[in-house]
């Protein structure tokens, strides 16, 4: 038995399913996890001593590559001078203030310590400042876990073809709207279905939950149109798209402005972050200031911040999204042609350091395309590419990610791995 048969085996007789995270435990792939020791730049290590050129990236944070020198030193200096206290500090503010001035339509914004925490609680400000009920999300994106957006999902919940949970009782979904994304016609049609009621609109302005999908023409427009004419809110899931596609997000990107926003990952540079923010008479209803409640322990953790704040800073470089997106390209521009070259059906997109791959002819503008894709070839494709030595996402239904730190020879090294890998699919 291999060490991490072994571990998984182990960890299966402890924690359910072996993981604390359903996608990781490879079901929608088959075999078993490779058990992580050890991270740096692009690359990840094994418990075998294995390595592995990271396309996950833990999941976006990794946007510097993986223990980035000058974080890790400053998770250090910030721990030396304590965890946790439950208090204001000033390393809070600097964070704040760093969000703000680099996502204009963020004027207020809280820290959490995750993006479920905040999606959850920004639905829960649209309902409290608007003293409206039903919310709008889209199926195929995923906001994290909390009861009345596990509906239709995407990540694990599409990995494992069981879009909605057990354990949420009809009546917390009963206000939560699920439409097809990127259809705009389908959120006309509940607008007019209920005028008065709808909260807010969640949606992930570049979709990653469901592979990666881009909002069609005129989709994001639609969305902001329709909520100011009637009086609800746009909310941007950018957990995930947030200082990864671009320097102020998708947001930046399109040029919608959505009146709150949702992040995490990036912003605590691998460390458990989230944040909601948005229009300050909005941000005024939250408590102490307003009714609506949200608190936390470990909100706006000094380590975290710390962590948070030297990546933020580093992003800041000339010419750091330019390269990003450069990058990235190379890598879904190689896989392609790879892929054709051995007359495999695929294509892929990007953005900034953002990805997706498919196993069909045109990226996917659906979850019904996405969900079409070639499933049994990404598994051997995935497999494939693990043997080889590169880690991609265990599932058809996840974006990829990619870091700074994947220079040429790292590039060149995956497409050396999948032309051998394409050519024996
Ligand atoms: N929900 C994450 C992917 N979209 C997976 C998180 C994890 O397994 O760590």
Redesign the pocket.
Known sequence: MTRNTELFERACRAIPGGVN?P??AFRSVGGTPPFIQRAQGPYLWDAEGTRYVDYVGS?GPAILGHADPEVVQAVQAAAEGGLSFGAPTEAEIDMAEAIIARIPSIEQVRLVSSGTEATMSAIRLARGYTGRTKIIKFEGC?HGHSDSLLVKAG??MLTFGNPSSAGVPPEFVQHTVVLDYNNLDAVKAAFAQYPDDIACIIVEPIAG?MNMVRPAPGFLEGLRALCSRHGALLIFDEVMTGLRVGPQGMQGLCGVTPDLTTLAKIIGGGMPVGAFGGRADVMAEIAPLGAVYQAGTLSGNPVAVAAGLVTLRRLEQPGFYDTLHAQTGKVIQGLTACARRHGVPFSGDWQGGLFGIYFRDTPPTSLAEVSACDLETFKRFFHGMLDAGVHFAPSAF?AGFVSITHDDTVIQATLDAADRVFANL
Do not use: C, D, K
Request: proline share 0%.
């Open positions: 995270s996608v990781r999941w995923y990540s694990g939950n996840e």
